[in-house]
């Protein structure tokens, strides 16, 4: 039995350069791990049966396909249990996450598949997956599939999300380009050096503005975090969840008292 922690991702920067011809847009973006994270279990099997508790999923869940992708190589089965934490439709991932703890896991059971393969079949599950396998901080490119690891200074944040959720494909749909161009190199040597205020100057999101659109909440939360003493607040991926960044666990766990009933919130630090 492998246990796993599927850990959620934010977004420091998220830019969108255009759409392709297959229909997915080109993103430059820095990804982080967070320690808000999915529980999951994997057994060996000759079936893949999936159980979830937490949340309502659907039957066929980022984990069922991942491991039926991987039994369809393989030949491996597996039994999957999971206890969700991480909301659904906030830009944290959890879906992708879920997958990749699932074949994370699976590889240490099996080890039946080169890293190649391995994450071929990852991005077939989402553009986020391959990051998730590895996590921690990195530069994804292409359709998120193209990494650069780097060393990041470890921050604490105070996670966020109002009942209202965004769904990525209507997002999507409604956006307008070009975007405003995000400078992710400069982002990247802010965050080596730990020079906030510079990350500070170069944090964009530039699929923030559309979702305040869709769910006005995500901008007065983005207020309130920078109100309470966040150094920067902005939205992960396609939302609705909002990050605040400050400088000690203490600092966030004191923003994080007295929030509407009905907000997700906790706070988390890097991982």
């Not at 255009?18 to 000759?46: F, N, P, W």
Request: proline residues 4%; aromatic residues 6%.
């Amino acid at each position: 039995m492998i246990e796993e922690k599927a850990y959620a991702k934010i977004n420091l920067t998220l830019g969108v350069l255009y759409k392709r011809v297959d229909g997915y847009h080109a993103i430059d973006s820095i990804m982080q791990t967070v320690s808000l994270y999915d529980s999951i279990t994997i057994e060996k099997s000759r079936k893949v049966e999936v159980n979830v508790s937490g949340m309502n999923l659907p039957v066929e869940n980022t984990m069922y396909l991942a491991a039926t992708e991987y039994k369809k190589r393989t030949g491996c089965g597996c039994n999957i249990r999971c206890i969700k934490r991480i909301p659904q439709e906030a830009g944290l991932g959890g879906g992708s996450a879920d997958a990749a703890a699932v074949l994370r896991g699976l590889q240490k059971l099996h080890r039946m598949l080169d890293d190649r393969r391995l994450y071929s079949l990852a991005l077939k599950i989402g553009a986020d997956v391959p990051f998730l396998i590895n996590g921690g901080t990195a530069r994804c490119e292409g359709v998120g599939d193209i990494l650069t690891p780097f060393e990041a200074r470890p921050l604490f944040y105070l996670l966020v999300k109002p009942p209202e959720g965004v769904s990525t494909k209507l997002l999507y749909s409604r956006l307008k380009l070009p975007r405003p161009r995000v400078n992710t190199l400069r982002a990247m040597t802010a965050l080596f050096k730990g020079d906030l205020a510079a990350l500070s100057s170069n944090m964009l999101n530039v699929l923030e503005e559309q979702a305040v659109e869709l769910v006005p909440r995500i901008g007065q939360i983005k207020q309130e975090l920078l109100r309470r003493g966040a150094i920067i607040a902005q939205m992960s991926g396609s939302g609705s969840a909002v990050f605040g960044i400050f400088e000690s666990e203490e600092a966030a766990k004191a923003a994080a008292e007295n929030w509407n009933e009905e907000d997700f919130v906790t706070v988390c630090h890097t991982v």
